[in-house]
């Protein structure tokens, strides 16, 4: 039996996300009858307000402390992340040592800090990357990149840090494999395991899936109203169709919050397309509303660092087809390879249009490019399966 301490700033609890990959891990380690313990933040990063967890765990759960913060892009984030840490560390140094700590990051400052003090206790640590920093910030910043670069290098510094003090290194992606590999000299392999999905949570949504009763035709996207993700193209592509092509009954539903919501929703009523902005839903409520629509959008905005993120194992669930503006190589292959969408490049509404036209008027194509994209979950998303990897490194050392 291991004790095996789980450290992340962005915890998702069940009843908060019901189908995450913290949670999967963290159960998977519990269910090896390992001593587990989780250390999160008792703000939520997601809706901005503390949080209270009345739940039983079979792992204990440890709720530190931490200011908070109502902007994502602000110095009282950067503030609250520092407190966070410092409650962290306080709580490492008070505790018995742990044999492991998984810590996932970012955030890159408290990820560095766990790692000198696992590295100066002997403590084996392995970290799970589920995004780039800073990269991810370099198409927030109104600068050229030249100057992104000099603005965010500190951060840069520290991450290659932290990527060469880690004992073992896990991703979201093959292509965040390859960056990282290419930061550090110390790994020789960095283990790539998508975000996948718990294949067997979603299978009675599956088994219930309806459509919609009347003539509209369905556009669905789930994810976060920010700057990453270019709704107002989608808003433009289905304008288009209006103007050009007569078609009035194309309804675009939005479920998730953020900072550009407003923005997105005076855009619509500018060029007068029907969205439903639908909010922060409970996974099952999203989730069937995947279901019931005719296509899935992924519009990411050029330049953006994200390669296989939570959506692409969502929509892929739901088995309906994926329009698909996202410039990642990775995303992209998976999506032709499996015929589970059509891809355009990222910023170009005309392209986006004409394939909206395509599957509007193919439903045969649709049906079948649903199909292939549930196969692709079913293949390479399934976290009993593809979680094992994890399990194995943490387990049975393979550091």
Known sequence: ?????????????PKEKASSRYNTIINMFAEQENKVELITSNFYHTRKQKRVVNEVFPYKVTLLDERGYRKNISLKRIASHNNFTENVLKYL??????????LFVPPIGLGNK???????????IVVDVLDLWPEAFKMILPFPNFVNNIILYPMTKRAKKLYSSADRIITVSKTYSKFIEKCTLKHKEVLPVYIGIDVDLISDLMKR???SSNQDFI???AGMLGHSYDIKLVIDAISILKDQYGISNIVFDIYGIGPQKEIFENHAKTKKVNCRFKGFKPYHEMLNGLIASDILVNPIVPNAAQSIINKHA??????RPVLNTQDSDEYCRLVEEYEAGLNSPS?????LAENLLKLYLNPTLRNKMGENHRKLCEQIFDRKKTYKDILDVVIKDSF
Request: without cysteine; proline residues 2%.
């Open 1 to 13: 039996m291991k004790d095996i301490l789980v450290i992340s700033n962005y915890w998702h609890f």
């Open 93 to 102: 140094r008070d505790r018995d040592l742990p044999d492991v700590i998984y």
């Open 114 to 124: 766990v790692i000198e003090f696992a590295n100066h206790n002997n403590i084996k």
């Open 209 to 211: 899936k309806v459509t």
């Open 219 to 221: 556009i669905s996207y």
């Open 314 to 319: 969502d929509y892929a669930a739901s088995g």
């Open 347 to 351: 910023g170009n509404r005309v392209l």
